[in-house]
């Protein structure tokens, strides 16, 4: 994803506020380690009950009654109860809390909740009014009137270190002399899931996925139904019981009314969801032992939420991104379940073939991942067929788009599809970029892999660009659509651990940008100020979520800048050599950032572990 300055302008009131939410800094307490306990096979659950608030009040704890409530003034995030801490406009206290207990046996936990605040305050540098979250004894974030927005935004704690305890989720809300300051929570959640023990061995599992998957639209192409499957081979030495299925797009809605429904389950027996509703685990009728292979199947259905969103439509324009229910990957770590990410990308797969067949009516063009080709359906309605081979994830879109396509000088074929409004000669020029720069990274890294590359261009994307094997979506930009399709290397090709090691594909692929733009970086690295000892470009998105205002300056700029000065120090021959090397010997796997610093170590007599730990790269 490329984060552009016309994001803030684009944006929905909702994603403005998280991605521009500001944490007052407080220092992130160490969580107390759990008492020792046997080891527990991991049962997935949610543990806050009544979280949405709309079964009364219990079991909840409130300093007064006003606290859980449906009055009006201010509304729900889903249902019609909410929690609204303070508001009063003088000096005031309210507290929410309720007492959960976390299984053991699970290694991931996840407290989520959606939050509004709106304020009379009108500074805007000092926090009069504040709403402190907490787990325990720990402080997870403190908000204030600062963070005033219009809607809801969703907060994500990784509360892991709990697993096994008893503790207390606690929210306090406090109000100075006046001006009030309304601190509005709903859809509280404490997801666990995972099994803390890992495989015997880190291979990667299930392995060589197969999805093949046929829908059809409605009239507008927001709603699509039909049926996946999903073949895959169990590649650890340890026998695969069970399998999960990630429902990404699931955070785009509530757990009461999901965009993504998967029913009728075949081949394994449907669990229940967890993380927020974007993981189902589905356990097998019988262990799959190394090198056995079996089929899933289900019923699937897909609701396009409005907006102008990488899951979303905008008008007539149907965007359709991490819809399509992927295997999750399970190696030495465990099951990889974590949650879905607006700041960056949660997305961490393998390399899979698709066959997806999308009935859409003829009014319609779809541009799609791998390549396709339309054939006649019913009365009005088109077939459109697409194949992908070896690509992380599948996306599409659906509108009433103008497309104008050509060839790059290598030879790929690009195709541009513009929502309404965007000029001629802007997607002209977009197509212009797009022979250059899938030209450009090929010549650095390898060969485009994909056969034809389409690019959706609506000014209306809040978040700039979002990259999808063989199609992406952007701005008129060059910078981003240049970047958005350096991504077809740094995620599509070598793959990475997204929301684990964001830099890998973020950094890379803006060193990527620079290049094909001649930019040389030259003194880059001299602007760099970090602001904390904590922070790191090789941090996880866990910490960039509760540092978000931080995420593109360290994980895209240092991130870059960190490339730009290991090339001065090894030399352009042998930086350009490393990195096509080191994508060549990556292809269509998953590279890790140890994996990397032993690859320019490789590359050099010079000891690097200084350079390292100057630019704050850790792994």
Same mark, same amino acid.
């Given at each position: 994803m490329r984060p552009t300055p016309h994001k803030a302008l684009a944006a929905t009131a909702t994603a403005v506020a998280a991605l521009a939410a500001f944490l007052l800094p407080v220092a992130p307490a160490a969580a107390a380690p759990p008492t020792a306990a046997p080891a527990a096979a991991c049962t997935p659950a949610q543990v806050v009950t009544?979280?949405?608030?709309e079964s009364g009040t219990s079991p909840w704890t409130q300093s007064s009654t006003s606290v859980i409530t449906s009055r009006t003034g201010q509304s729900a995030h889903g249902g019609t109860s909410f929690a609204w801490l303070n508001g009063v406009g003088s000096t005031h206290?309210?507290?929410?809390?309720?007492?959960?207990?976390?299984?053991?046996?699970?290694? !991931?936990? +996840?407290?989520? =909740?959606?939050?509004?605040? $709106?304020?009379?305050?009108? *500074? @805007?540098?000092?926090?009069? %009014?504040?709403?402190t979250a907490k787990i325990?004894?720990?402080?997870?974030?403190?908000?204030?009137?600062?963070?005033?927005?219009?809607?809801?935004?969703?907060?994500?704690?990784?509360?892991?270190?709990?697993?096994?305890? !008893?503790? +207390?989720?606690? =929210?306090?809300?406090?109000? $100075?002399?006046?001006?009030? *300051? @309304?601190?509005?929570?709903? %859809?509280?959640?404490?997801?666990?899931?995972?099994?803390?023990?890992?495989?015997?061995?880190?291979?990667?599992?299930?392995?060589?996925?197969?999805?093949?998957?046929?829908?059809?639209?409605?009239?507008?192409?927001?709603?699509?139904?039909?049926?996946e499957s999903a073949t895959f081979t169990n590649a650890s030495s340890t026998a695969l019981s069970e399998v999960y299925l990630r429902l990404w797009d699931n955070y785009h809605g509530t757990c009461s009314a999901m965009p993504i429904t998967v029913t009728n389950v075949t081949g394994g027996t449907a669990g229940a969801l967890s993380v927020a509703c974007t993981a189902l685990r589905i356990a097998l009728p019988t262990p799959l032992a190394q090198g056995q292979s079996t089929t899933i199947g289900f019923d699937l259905g897909i609701t396009v939420p409005s907006g102008a969103d990488r899951f979303g439509h905008d008008g007539a324009f149907s965007f359709i991104g991490n819809a399509l229910p992927v295997l999750a990957v399970k190696d030495g770590a465990g099951w990889h379940l974590d949650p879905y990410t607006n700041n960056g990308e949660a997305f961490y797969s393998l390399a899979a073939d698709f066959?997806?067949?999308?009935?859409?009516?003829?009014?319609?063009?779809?541009?799609?991942?791998?390549?396709?080709?339309?054939?006649?359906?019913?009365?009005?309605?088109?077939?459109?067929?697409?194949?992908?081979?070896?690509?992380?994830?599948?996306?599409?879109?659906?509108?009433?788009?103008?497309?104008?396509?050509?060839?790059?000088?290598?030879?790929?074929?690009?195709?541009?599809?513009?929502?309404?409004?965007?000029?001629?000669?802007?997607?002209?020029?977009?197509?212009?970029?797009?022979?250059?720069?899938?030209?450009?990274?090929?010549?650095?890294?390898?060969?485009?892999?994909?056969?034809?590359?389409?690019?959706?261009?609506?000014?209306?994307?809040?978040?700039?660009?979002?990259?999808?094997?063989?199609f992406v979506l952007d701005l008129v930009s060059t910078t981003a659509l240049t970047h958005e399709i350096g991504h077809q290397w740094f995620y599509g090709i070598v793959g990475d651990d997204e929301y684990n090691s964001p830099w890998l594909d973020e950094a890379f692929t803006d060193y990527a940008t620079d290049l094909a733009l001649n930019k040389t970086g030259t003194g880059c690295w001299n602007s760099v100020s970090w602001a904390s000892t904590a922070e790191k470009i090789t941090n996880s998105m866990a910490y960039w979520d509760a540092h978000s205002s931080r995420y593109s300056t360290v994980v895209y700029n240092y991130g870059k800048c960190a490339l730009h000065d290991l090339r001065r120090l090894l030399g352009d021959t042998v930086m350009a050599k490393l990195l096509k090397d080191y994508?060549?010997?990556?292809?269509?796997?998953?590279?890790?950032?140890?994996?990397?610093?032993?690859?320019a170590q490789a590359a050099t007599t010079t000891d690097l572990t200084s350079f390292w730990t100057q630019h704050r790269i850790d792994g």
């Amino acid at each position: 994803m490329r984060p552009t300055p016309h994001k803030a302008l684009a944006a929905t009131a909702t994603a403005v506020a998280a991605l521009a939410a500001f944490l007052l800094p407080v220092a992130p307490a160490a969580a107390a380690p759990p008492t020792a306990a046997p080891a527990a096979a991991c049962t997935p659950a949610q543990v806050v009950t009544n979280g949405g608030f709309e079964s009364g009040t219990s079991p909840w704890t409130q300093s007064s009654t006003s606290v859980i409530t449906s009055r009006t003034g201010q509304s729900a995030h889903g249902g019609t109860s909410f929690a609204w801490l303070n508001g009063v406009g003088s000096t005031h206290t309210d507290t929410l809390s309720q007492g959960v207990t976390i299984p053991a046996g699970c290694s !991931t936990a +996840t407290l989520t =909740f959606w939050l509004h605040i $709106d304020t009379a305050e009108t *500074t @805007s540098s000092t926090a009069y %009014d504040k709403l402190t979250a907490k787990i325990g004894a720990t402080t997870l974030a403190t908000y204030s009137n600062l963070n005033k927005a219009t809607g809801y935004t969703q907060k994500s704690f990784d509360v892991s270190a709990f697993a096994g305890q !008893t503790v +207390t989720v606690a =929210f306090t809300g406090t109000e $100075d002399s006046s001006l009030q *300051t @309304s601190f509005v929570v709903d %859809d509280v959640a404490l997801a666990t899931s995972g099994d803390t023990a890992p495989p015997a061995d880190s291979t990667r599992t299930p392995a060589a996925p197969s999805y093949t998957v046929s829908l059809t639209s409605n009239t507008s192409g927001t709603v699509w139904t039909g049926h996946e499957s999903a073949t895959f081979t169990n590649a650890s030495s340890t026998a695969l019981s069970e399998v999960y299925l990630r429902l990404w797009d699931n955070y785009h809605g509530t757990c009461s009314a999901m965009p993504i429904t998967v029913t009728n389950v075949t081949g394994g027996t449907a669990g229940a969801l967890s993380v927020a509703c974007t993981a189902l685990r589905i356990a097998l009728p019988t262990p799959l032992a190394q090198g056995q292979s079996t089929t899933i199947g289900f019923d699937l259905g897909i609701t396009v939420p409005s907006g102008a969103d990488r899951f979303g439509h905008d008008g007539a324009f149907s965007f359709i991104g991490n819809a399509l229910p992927v295997l999750a990957v399970k190696d030495g770590a465990g099951w990889h379940l974590d949650p879905y990410t607006n700041n960056g990308e949660a997305f961490y797969s393998l390399a899979a073939d698709f066959q997806v067949t999308l009935d859409h009516p003829s009014t319609l063009l779809v541009p799609a991942t791998g390549g396709s080709v339309d054939t006649p359906g019913t009365s009005g309605r088109t077939i459109t067929t697409a194949t992908a081979a070896k690509v992380r994830d599948f996306a599409w879109a659906a509108g009433p788009f103008t497309k104008i396509s050509g060839t790059s000088t290598a030879g790929t074929p690009i195709n541009i599809y513009s929502v309404s409004g965007i000029s001629s000669s802007s997607a002209q020029s977009m197509l212009t970029t797009a022979k250059t720069a899938v030209d450009a990274h090929a010549a650095r890294f390898g060969a485009y892999p994909y056969g034809e590359l389409d690019a959706v261009i609506d000014n209306n994307f809040w978040f700039g660009g979002m990259e999808y094997p063989g199609f992406v979506l952007d701005l008129v930009s060059t910078t981003a659509l240049t970047h958005e399709i350096g991504h077809q290397w740094f995620y599509g090709i070598v793959g990475d651990d997204e929301y684990n090691s964001p830099w890998l594909d973020e950094a890379f692929t803006d060193y990527a940008t620079d290049l094909a733009l001649n930019k040389t970086g030259t003194g880059c690295w001299n602007s760099v100020s970090w602001a904390s000892t904590a922070e790191k470009i090789t941090n996880s998105m866990a910490y960039w979520d509760a540092h978000s205002s931080r995420y593109s300056t360290v994980v895209y700029n240092y991130g870059k800048c960190a490339l730009h000065d290991l090339r001065r120090l090894l030399g352009d021959t042998v930086m350009a050599k490393l990195l096509k090397d080191y994508a060549t010997s990556h292809w269509y796997g998953v590279s890790t950032t140890a994996e990397f610093k032993a690859a320019a170590q490789a590359a050099t007599t010079t000891d690097l572990t200084s350079f390292w730990t100057q630019h704050r790269i850790d792994g």
